[in-house]
């Protein structure tokens, strides 16, 4: 490093004059940052980022599992899409949440973006690929120019699935919102609820109580913050910075307060004298909101959901029923899920409109929660599935090798480790949770046996050399 920088120094010399004080200034701070790079500085990730260890990773492919076999049970194909994105394909569908957006540097050919969420693309992808109609899912990384924070992280998975096409009304929305409730019960997260409001009511409102058309967007996107805030600061920012008049932040204020269980709450928005049945675009969103509260009532999954007038979602393309999980445990994670109607979204990139409906999973909330609940059973999470171990006294490969490749050509889930203390091989099944083992010594191979160990039991039996097999198979299977 020294004669790097020696030579660094030569170069400088001659772009800059020798007698500039600027010039030894310049160089030093070079031999500083070549010299914290040197071997001895600990490594580390980017701020919002994270690396996930063996139990993390088992507690999350668990996940994953449970999550997709739900999205499969409703009959959705996996789509995969870039990571990045052109940036004109994600500028401007995100509103006020559009600087959040990655933009990678620019190469001297297309600009590009990390993609912001999984829905743009998906749009992108349909309008792209001429669908008429799809049940989709995806699960992948996405990325946000964020602040990190407990919970906030700048790289994170979503679980996406949606349905794009025409169908009778609230007929997709339906199946949407029961996949979110689906999913939660067979996490077994705690106990949820689902906020759920629709767009056009929202808009409604925003015109019952005075706001210009154009600032519909705007003001959504403050009344957006009502789960962080106080009414009282998002009245500040809808007067000082959105222009909205202190009597319309009133009686926006009034309003939001609106919720409760889905039937009462639609019951008493629709009663006699309701400026909500004298506004067009409420009365058709009321009549939406009846027909999918009665399905989910039917599908036992009303009891889940509250009618949450300030429940507002800031996106932009949002065109229709919107929805947010919250856990309504101790642990504090925010929302958990959250998605809507967007009908326009698909025509934004073509001249076809496909209307759409979906759910975006914000999975790393819930590893959060799984998380926790690990921690409070005081068990040992399992980072392996090896239901076998073969412990082979001595340094014979050999055998071992033929031993463990019979247990892996009839579907077994095996490792195998040589040593001449076989007390470290019972503790390391202890300690992953491998409920098996088979100890092979010269003693039992004199005697074409091998010794099979039930860990949990603590007991052993030996079984003939040519049925272990057999034998572990029957043992596995009745646990």
């Not at 932040?249 to 409760?260: D, F, Q, W, Y």
């Not at 949770?433 to 046996?449: N, T």
Request: aromatic share 8%; net charge negative; hydrophobic share 40%.
């Amino acid at each position: 490093n020294s004669a790097l920088i020696a030579d660094w120094g030569i170069e400088l010399s001659l772009l800059f004059d020798p007698k500039c004080p600027k010039l030894e200034s310049l160089v030093e701070k070079i031999k500083e940052i070549v010299e914290s790079n040197e071997v001895g500085r600990l490594p580390k990730i980017p701020k919002g980022t994270r690396d996930f260890g063996r139990e993390q990773m088992a507690i999350r492919e668990r996940a994953f599992s449970i999550i997709t076999s739900v999205f499969k049970m409703h009959g959705g194909v996996a789509l995969d899409t870039p990571v990045f994105e052109l940036r004109e394909t994600l500028m401007g569908k995100y509103g006020e949440d559009s600087k959040l957006v990655y933009d990678l540097a620019d190469q001297g050919g297309e600009l590009c973006s990390l993609r912001y969420d999984l829905t743009v693309p998906f749009a992108r992808y349909v309008a792209m690929n001429n669908i008429s109609a799809i049940k989709r899912y995806q699960i992948a990384k996405v990325y946000r120019r964020d602040n990190p924070s407990k919970g906030r992280y700048r790289e994170f998975y979503q679980c996406d699935f949606d349905i794009a096409g025409v169908y009778e009304p609230m007929e997709p929305d339906f199946e949407v919102v029961k996949v979110l409730t689906e999913l939660l019960d067979k996490l077994d997260i705690g106990d949820y609820e689902i906020k759920l409001n629709h767009r056009k009511l929202l808009d409604g409102m925003l015109e019952i109580c005075g706001v210009p058309a154009e600032k519909f967007r705007t003001v959504c996107s403050s009344i957006d913050k009502l789960d962080k805030l106080t009414f009282e600061e998002v009245k500040k920012e809808l007067v000082e910075e959105k222009g909205v008049s202190n009597e319309t932040a009133e009686n926006i204020g009034s309003l939001v307060k609106t919720r409760g269980p889905p039937l009462e709450v639609l019951l008493e928005l629709r009663k006699e004298g309701s400026k909500f049945m004298e506004n067009e675009g409420s009365v058709v969103a009321l009549n939406e909101l009846e027909i999918l509260f009665k399905a989910l009532e039917k599908a036992n999954a009303l009891d889940r959901i509250s009618f949450d007038l300030s429940l507002a979602r800031g996106l932009d393309y949002y065109t229709g029923v919107i929805y947010e999980a919250v856990f309504k445990g101790v642990t504090q994670v925010g929302s958990i899920a959250a998605g809507g109607r967007y009908d326009k979204l698909v025509g934004m990139f073509s001249n076809k409109q496909v209307p759409a409906v979906g759910v975006s999973f914000g999975i790393e909330r819930v590893f959060a929660i799984m998380e926790q609940q690990e921690k409070e059973k005081n068990q040992v999470i399992r980072a392996t599935e090896t239901e076998v171990l073969v412990s082979i006294l001595g340094k014979d490969l050999i055998l071992a090798a033929e031993l463990v490749n019979e247990l892996w050509s009839a579907g077994i889930k095996a490792e195998f480790k040589l040593t001449t203390r076989v007390q470290n091989h019972i503790k390391y099944a202890t300690q992953t949770g491998i409920p098996w083992m088979v100890l092979v010594g010269e003693s039992e191979l004199r005697d074409g046996k091998v010794k099979l160990k039930d860990i949990r039991a603590n007991q052993e039996e030996e079984v003939p050399r040519k049925d272990f097999v057999e034998v572990l198979k029957q043992r596995l299977s009745n646990p």
